[in-house]
């Protein structure tokens, strides 16, 4: 959307942008080869990926290519503190994990079991530690964890006795919406109606459409204001429905702010001789986004204004 | 002119193969691209049109089928024993289908069947809330079979399309959940063409399946022109632009599904068939001239090994050798070019004989000429001679006529001091007879006194006279040494022309001609006087004759001046008629005269340019402007050359 929009301006110094699309097939191997594909094509950019694993995969790539890569929506602490062509627009699993500490802390919970899948084990693993450490530093407590195989034989409900057996306040699933929505499925179904918490990886619509009445009540931390009446952005909303008749989620909203980073950032290295693309990223921040303004420390780590939300009636209420 | 490259025979049949080749090709080519390519394009048009026809039909027939076995399931599930439902649901859901599950009327799962995940996995998801599912709340609306568009699944977590057939009785719905990729392989068992590709797109414009790019489904088409058009069911553009590449395209809409058929077939170079027909037009274009370059030289060698014999034959008449048999091969035309050569050496032959008989005869006739000449030759260099001599001749009678003049000249100065001097004698003897007579009648002294005085101033002036005669003489006497002996002596130039005016008074005076002269005295040469004399005398001679011929008075001027330490140049001109540029460039020419029959010889100035240039060793040059005057100008060594006479 943002590519189309920029082409009906006139594009970049008048050349067209053109998207190329690779699929990672969800598998970092794949990912890294789909680097060096895209980097034979001869392309400036990269946008994506959105999972940490997957970025994981394409890194080593992306240094070796020195094309500049910037992720959305992957927050994972590996990638935090690196000075290569890799930028991040979300904040880091310590901040988002940390926030998520606090928030639950003020409510008063002290006691936290944690399933965690293991499909995206860099970020989950590393989610669930940064959010064990704030917490315990808080005073509260990491009480059980539970790796669970979305691909594996033992289903999701074999986490769930063991996490309730410890009688903790509440639940910490950090899973993608799929998976969060199916692992609350199983907590409802076994009768429990315990407080279910869900990392900001799940905070997309499918957790509501496939959670259904199991969602309702979950906590989730969101990157951006639903409620926004920012033109920007509410601008942006409407244009999203139209096209994809569905709401845009946190990585729609990211992926847009990536794409406005990345032409402020070309169409400065366009301007400039001898400015490297990375370098123009570093020269245009901080650049208007939908929601905030978007930037930059010196590694290529952004941050994302954090806004905590509930599942009530079908729809995320902010708290 | 023009510059014609001559090339070999089999070079020109090599071009002309290959420029023909190319020309036809090039005329046949365009004429095939011309008919050809929009016939292409009309069968492509008419492949994707049915493609997208086919393809829609063919899989609404199928999924209708599929359909049908999910609303026996509808209507039988509750009639089923419930220990029986989750195998009855194994059943129909075989391999068609990826989750066959049953949802009561609060969206709860009550019975399901899954593949490819474990039986524990499957239990488990009995009982999980479906009420957000959107196509769980379309059948609540609807209430009627509904066609999912692409959704990701609740109970596999992948992303797949689905039908779901509410449950009338019970106020559930059954949903039967297939894998994309059946509508892919279905797809392409549709696809037949080459480059022929679909895309299944679901009511949102996501593609469902995707023939041509299979990792890149999840594509939203929503903005595509074609898919807008299509979905909203309106006529479709039959060319679209994806991904910068041109397609012709189709689109077929099924209302049943919801869901728009699209075909494509690349369009220009990017089709098989379009790039097939160029790339052969192209690959004739090149080989054609390629094999008739391979072949051409084998032909060319068999017109040239054919023609090969005629030239040699050819070659041999032009160097005079028999030519023997003349070759006959199967080209019509060598074989007329053959006999017509053949009749050519023939001719040629009897031409040469003739030719030869001919040039025997002319070297008789020659020699007979040559001898004809010799004779005329000699008669001819017998007149010369007998021509030089009579102009010597004429030279020497001419000067003698000038001798004579001189004479004449000499004679009439003599004439007054020897009358004179006559005249005194008769006088003196008058006076001797009156005294004799006295003598006898009685003598007084004053007739001896008048006597006496008689005789003195007559004997006085007969003396004076005759002194005078006898200087004229001895000077005539050496003009006349001059002339004869043409003896180097040194003399005064002055004295010279002096003299040749003197011998020349009768006619000056005759004319009453004024001759002027400045001769500086002491210009002295060591020279051929009688030479000199003889140029002046003519030079002026013709002055008076031609230049002042037929007036009575004119002046001539005559001058001299040294022109270096050892030549004078001495100048005679005078104020008469001129001449004319043709008559001075004539004018020492021997025999030419103006006056021819008035007693001009024309050997005049010939004498004269002969004496200066041969005799005195200087050169002599004339200018003249008619009714002007004529100036002729002598250059002279002051010492003449030594003659060597023989």
Request: hydrophobic residues 45%; neutral net charge; glycine residues 8%.
């Amino acid at each position: 959307m943002a590519i189309e929009e920029k082409n009906a301006q006139g594009g970049i110094h008048g050349r067209k942008i053109e998207l190329l699309i690779r699929d990672d097939e969800n598998s970092p191997e794949v990912a890294g080869k789909r680097v060096h594909e895209l980097a034979a094509l001869g392309v400036e950019a990269i946008i994506g990926p959105n999972v940490s694993s997957i970025a994981g995969g394409m890194l080593p790539a992306i240094v070796e290519t020195s094309i500049v890569t910037i992720s959305p929506t992957v927050s994972s602490l590996f990638f935090v503190g690196k000075d290569d062509p890799f930028f991040r627009m979300n904040s880091s699993t310590r901040q988002n994990a940390g926030a998520y500490a606090a928030n639950h802390y003020a409510k008063g919970g002290r006691r936290v079991s944690a399933a965690f899948g293991i499909q995206n084990r860099l970020f989950t693993e590393s989610w669930l530690k940064e959010f064990q450490t704030a917490f315990e530093a808080l005073g509260g407590a990491v009480v059980a964890t539970a790796p669970y195989d979305a691909k594996g034989a033992d289903g999701y409900a074999a986490v769930v006795a063991p996490l309730l057996a410890v009688n903790p306040d509440a639940i910490l699933l950090v899973s993608n919406g799929v998976d969060t929505a199916q692992i609350a499925q199983q907590f409802r179904k076994a009768g429990s109606n315990i407080k279910l918490i869900a990392a900001e990886w799940a905070a997309s619509e499918q957790l509501i459409e496939l959670g259904g009445k199991a969602v309702e009540g979950v906590t989730i931390l969101q990157t951006y204001d639903r409620d926004s009446v920012v033109p920007a952005y509410t601008q942006f909303r409407d244009t999203y429905i139209g096209q994809f008749t569905n709401r845009p989620g946190y990585s729609s909203i990211a992926s847009y702010d990536a794409a406005m980073v990345l032409f402020a950032a070309l169409e400065r290295s366009y301007a400039e001789k001898g400015l490297s693309l990375k370098e123009a990223i570093f020269a245009v921040v901080p650049v208007k986004g939908l929601q905030q303004d978007l930037t930059f420390d010196r590694f290529g780590d952004g941050a994302r204004k954090k806004f905590f939300v509930t599942v009530k009636n079908g729809t995320f209420v902010g708290e | 002119m023009i510059f014609r490259r001559e090339r070999r025979l089999r070079t020109s049949l090599i071009f002309l193969l290959a420029s023909t080749t190319l020309v036809t090709l090039a005329i046949v080519g365009t004429g095939i691209l011309v008919v050809r390519l929009p016939q292409i394009v009309t069968a492509n048009q008419t492949l994707v049109d049915r493609a997208a026809e086919e393809t829609a039909s063919r899989i609404e027939v199928f999924l209708k089928g599929l359909e049908e076995r999910v609303a026996l399931v509808a209507q039988t599930a509750y009639d089923v024993p419930d220990a029986r439902v989750g195998s009855m649901l194994d059943a129909a859901r075989g391999d068609a289908f990826e989750a066959l599950y049953l949802v009561n009327k609060v969206g709860t799962v009550v019975a399901i069947s899954v593949g490819n995940v474990s039986a524990k996995r499957s239990r488990e998801m009995v009982g999980i809330d479906l009420s957000n599912s959107k196509l769980v709340r379309a059948v609540a609306e609807k209430k009627n079979v509904v066609w999912s568009d692409k959704f990701l699944s609740a109970v596999t977590g992948i992303v797949t399309i689905g039908v779901a057939i509410p449950i009338e009785r019970f106020g559930g719905v059954v949903i039967a959940e297939l894998p994309l990729a059946t509508l892919l392989k279905i797809s392409h068992i549709a696809r037949g063409a080459e480059g022929l590709e679909f895309w299944i797109i679901d009511g949102h414009g996501e593609v469902v399946a995707d023939t041509g790019l299979p990792s890149a489904s999840g594509f939203n088409l929503r903005n595509n022109p074609v898919v807008k058009a299509g979905l909203a069911q309106n006529p479709v553009a039959e060319r679209m632009t994806f991904k910068s590449r041109e397609y012709q395209s189709a689109a077929s809409f099924s209302r049943a599904l919801g869901w728009l058929f699209v075909s494509r077939i690349p369009a220009g170079l990017e089709n098989r068939r379009i790039r097939e027909t160029v790339g052969l037009i192209l690959i004739a274009f090149i080989a054609s001239p390629l094999i008739g370059l391979i072949l051409a030289p084998f032909w060319a060698r068999g017109m040239t090994e054919a023609l090969a014999p005629v030239i040699q034959r050819a070659r041999m008449i032009a160097s005079g050798a028999p030519p023997g048999a003349w070759p006959r091969g199967n080209v019509v035309e060598f074989n007329q070019l053959t006999s017509d050569l053949e009749a050519m050496s023939k001719s040629l032959q009897q031409r040469q004989l003739e030719l030869r008989d001919l040039n025997e005869g002319l070297e008789a006739r020659v020699e007979q000429r040559t001898q004809d000449l010799a004779i005329a030759n000699d008669e001819l260099t017998e007149t010369l001679s007998t021509l030089n001599r009579a102009q010597g001749e004429l030279v020497h009678s001419e000067k003698m006529a000038a001798l004579g003049r001189l004479v004449a000249g000499v004679a009439h100065e003599l004439n007054t001091p020897i009358g004179i001097g006559r005249m005194a004698v008769s006088t003196m003897r008058d006076a001797v007879f009156q005294l004799e007579k006295r003598m006898k009648t009685g003598l007084r002294k004053s007739d001896l006194t008048n006597t006496i005085e008689h005789l003195l101033s007559g004997s006085d002036m007969a003396e004076k006279n005759m002194i005078r005669a006898a200087d004229l003489i001895s000077s005539f006497k050496q003009v006349a040494v001059d002339r004869t002996t043409s003896n180097r002596r040194r003399f005064q130039l002055l004295e010279i022309v002096d003299e040749i005016i003197l011998t020349l008074t009768p006619i000056i005076k005759q004319k009453s001609i004024r001759v002027d002269r400045e001769i500086p005295k002491d210009i002295i040469l060591e020279s051929y006087p009688g030479d000199l004399g003889q140029v002046l005398t003519n030079l002026i001679d013709n002055a008076i004759k031609h230049g002042f011929d037929k007036r009575d008075n004119g002046v001539i001027r005559i001058s001299a001046a040294p022109l270096s330490k050892n030549v004078i140049r001495l100048t005679i001109s005078d104020d008469g008629h001129g001449m004319t540029k043709g008559v001075i460039d004539k004018i020492f020419d021997p025999f030419f005269t103006t006056k021819r029959g008035c007693g001009g010889t024309g050997l005049g100035m010939h004498v004269t340019y002969n004496a200066v240039v041969s005799i005195l060793g200087g050169a002599i040059t004339v200018s003249s402007t008619p009714d002007e005057g004529s100036v002729f100008q002598i250059d002279l060594p002051l010492i003449g050359p030594n003659r060597n006479i023989a």
